[in-house]
């Protein structure tokens, strides 16, 4: 089991362990109410974005998978994170025995391909080290995280509710053919 966050150059972005240098950084991205606004629709106080960061980087060590920070190459800044995580959301069998994809960018990172370039690269690495469905849980009306989803390969399973939000819950048994 991968214990460690291994590191993926993709053209632009790198993704990577996250620091604890990139904990400011991760807290205001995180505390954005754009960011938010189909992710629980509340932002983080500082406490909870701790709280989360931690999550993020105790679950490679539990799981030996987990979300990578999101870093421009151009820059070196944090833009956002994608990977994978056990959620434990209490949505049936079909859902919460699998690994669950995420991602998230910061608004201005948003609308120039980074979150399919970062998510793709994540999800290479998954196909190659622990292949095997995923699942994803997407705001019913986040309609560019729905498309993402599908064009990861993601296949609507069915309409839910989670944390009183309707949502739509995806799953993927595999790449998508590559025509």
């Not at 754009?34 to 679950?59: M, Q, T, Y």
Request: with cysteine; net charge neutral; proline share 6%.
């Amino acid at each position: 089991m991968i214990r460690s966050t291994p590191m993926i150059n993709t053209a632009r972005l790198t993704l990577c362990a996250m620091r604890p240098e990139d904990f400011n950084r991760f807290a205001e991205i995180w505390r954005n109410p754009c960011v938010v606004r189909h992710i629980g629709g509340k932002p983080r106080s500082r406490g909870e974005a701790w709280d989360s960061f931690l999550r993020n980087a105790g679950h490679w060590q539990m799981a030996g998978f987990g979300q990578w920070g999101v870093v421009m190459q151009s820059n070196r800044v944090l833009i956002g994170q994608a990977g994978f995580f056990y959620g434990n959301r209490c949505l049936g069998e079909d859902f919460d025995t699998f690994p669950e994809a995420g991602w998230v960018l910061a608004p201005e990172a948003q609308g120039q391909g980074f979150g399919y370039e970062a998510a793709q690269a994540a999800h290479d690495w998954f196909d190659r080290v622990i292949p095997g469905p995923l699942v994803a849980l997407v705001d019913a009306t986040n309609t560019a995280s729905q498309s993402l989803a599908e064009k990861l390969g993601y296949v609507k399973l069915r309409e839910s509710v989670y944390n009183d939000t309707p949502v739509h819950l995806f799953r993927r048994d595999g790449p998508p053919a590559r025509i």
